[in-house]
């Protein structure tokens, strides 16, 4: 099975930047994702890394240490809209992905 | 990306009877399809993974007679809750895996209400 751990909740100002930390013991491994979410709808894909290193897209990057079980998401410049729960995932040899609880992240002017 | 379409969005239904929800993939063929199951404030859960053309498998926990699963085509698989009960009410959302492996698509959710 899978265990994942990141923060439940985190707060930031508009315009700052959030690292949301996650670490993963896994039987199997074959990808990290990060997933946000907003209230009542599905998870939308944001990254993935299977790599050890950072990937950036724009506002965001994902870092990943394999060796470490440890990942990150960096959400930059942070706008009010980014208020939303965000969900690692990892996905085992079978392409099954096991998700964390989320964190919870309110984005405050 | 890829698309993943998932009906109905909401849906209420008295106690004792049967909800179907579908999970398509628009613009590929999903050999695997999964289930979850997200109660609020809480993260998603897998219930079963569902391969095309053969039963699909659940996951410790899940009553199988109760949540139906059928994938008969590679873009449709649908999951039926049987003999539904209040405490059935929850989020479900179907994901997608593509021929290719690519990361799985995430339909947009079913809010199923049991009154």
């Known amino acids: 099975g899978q265990n994942i751990d990141q923060p439940t909740e985190m707060t930031a100002t508009e315009g700052a930047i959030v690292q949301i930390n996650c670490t993963y013991q896994t039987s199997g491994f074959n990808g990290l994702f990060w997933y946000q979410q907003h209230a009542g709808e599905a998870p939308t894909f944001l990254s993935y890394n299977v790599l050890d290193g950072l990937e950036e897209k724009g506002r965001f990057s994902s870092f990943l240490s394999r060796s470490k079980g440890y990942s990150y998401l960096l959400l930059k410049e942070l706008q009010m809209k980014d208020s939303a729960s965000y969900l690692c995932a990892v996905r085992d040899g079978d392409y099954k992905l096991s998700f964390g609880a989320g964190t919870t992240v309110t984005v405050r002017a | 990306g890829a698309v993943v379409s998932q009906h109905p969005s909401r849906v209420i239904c008295k106690s004792g009877t049967s909800v179907k929800i579908e999970c398509r993939s628009l613009?590929?063929?999903?050999?695997?399809m999964f289930w979850y199951r997200q109660f609020p404030k809480q993260s998603l859960m897998l219930m079963a993974t569902s391969n095309e053309g053969s039963k699909a498998t659940y996951e410790q926990g899940v009553e199988k007679d109760k949540f139906l699963i059928n994938h008969a085509s590679l873009t449709l698989s649908t999951l039926t809750v049987t003999s539904a009960h209040p405490e059935d009410s929850s989020f479900y959302i179907c994901?997608?895996?593509?021929?290719?492996?690519?990361?799985?698509?995430f339909g947009q959710g079913t809010r199923l209400t049991v009154v």
């Open positions: 613009d590929f063929q999903a050999t695997t």
């Open positions: 994901s997608a895996r593509d021929l290719a492996g690519r990361e799985a698509f």
